[in-house]
């Protein structure tokens, strides 16, 4: 009974700790959809993401904002993500019927942060609410990105300096209980 006491506040102090290990991050996002993505933390599990990208299998390029959660898996370098968004895109084509696209984005997909490299890769459905080729279409993609800023800046740097329980206190304070 202990152990799943032990387990299960455990689980929640995953929770309750900081989905990233980092501030600000950019690169490139690999796939059908090729472009520039640029990660900026807002909270301690929220992130605000521009996308700029251009298909191979649709003529057109799209500008692409997104809120999204992270909750962190094993440790706070390793999430998975959520979230939704806007999208703008252009036609590229010389078809005068096809009208620029605008819509919603939806994105889910896990990331991966090791020193100054984050990796991540998702899954992103869009609908297009006007314009386009197609009223609605997935991709996937690879995104690779070096990390700007990262969270040690403004913990003081150093794990001793971040306000968060350290294992050792969560675990005595279960024996106590």
Known sequence: MKRIILL???G???FQADAQ???TAIGARIGPDWGLTLQQRLTKKITIEGLAESSTSRDEVMLTGLLEMHLPLITRHFNIYGGAGIHKGWSTSNRDFVDDPYGL???GGAELTLGRINISYDFKPSLNIDGGERRFYTTQALSLRFVLIKD????GGGKKNRERPRLEVVVEKLKSL
Do not use: M
């Not at 040690?152 to 913990?155: D, E, G, L, N």
């Open 152 to 155: 040690s800046i403004f913990y």
């Open 12 to 14: 929640l102090a995953a």
């Open 8 to 10: 299960s506040i455990l």
């Open 21 to 23: 290990s980092y501030i």
């Open 105 to 107: 984005t939806f994105i």
